[in-house]
């Protein structure tokens, strides 16, 4: 049986046409925009992907590994974080798009990977 690519959340930081890339990838993604999100803090996105069970994308490296450290420290689970560098929206989708292929969907919860 093949792997099931685990959903995605992007968080206001990631662009829009990098959400639509991986779409017709045929990867399921939401953006914080589509689903509410915007201007909600790092916590909150953070939360909401957790809760949808989607690994969040984000480029805001900092704040998400101190998020992922400090979860883990209290005992809360997150369904996955990937800290995507910034480059051109086509380089990421593959990127990314490689990654979610590889991996088992059950690889990722509470882990933070780097595209």
């Known amino acids: 049986m093949p792997n099931r690519p685990p959903p995605l959340h992007c968080d ?12 017709a990838r045929g ?8 689903s509410g999100q915007l201007g909600r803090s790092d916590e909150e996105q953070l ?5 949808a069970g989607s690994v ?3 480029h805001n ?3 998400f590994e101190r ?13 996955g974080i990937i800290v995507a560098r910034r480059r051109l929206p086509l380089e990421l989708a593959r990127r990314i798009g490689r990654l ?5 969907t059950e690889n990722f919860p509470d882990q933070l990977f780097y595209a």
């Open 12 to 23: 206001e930081d990631v662009s829009v046409v990098l959400a639509a890339m991986l779409r």
């Open 27 to 34: 990867f399921t993604v939401t953006t914080a925009r589509d």
């Open 47 to 51: 939360a909401f992907a957790a809760d």
């Open 56 to 58: 969040l994308l984000t």
């Open 61 to 63: 490296r900092v704040d």
């Open 67 to 79: 998020l992922h450290d400090r979860w883990l420290e209290t005992g809360r689970h997150h369904s």
């Open 100 to 104: 979610l292929a590889r991996l088992p």
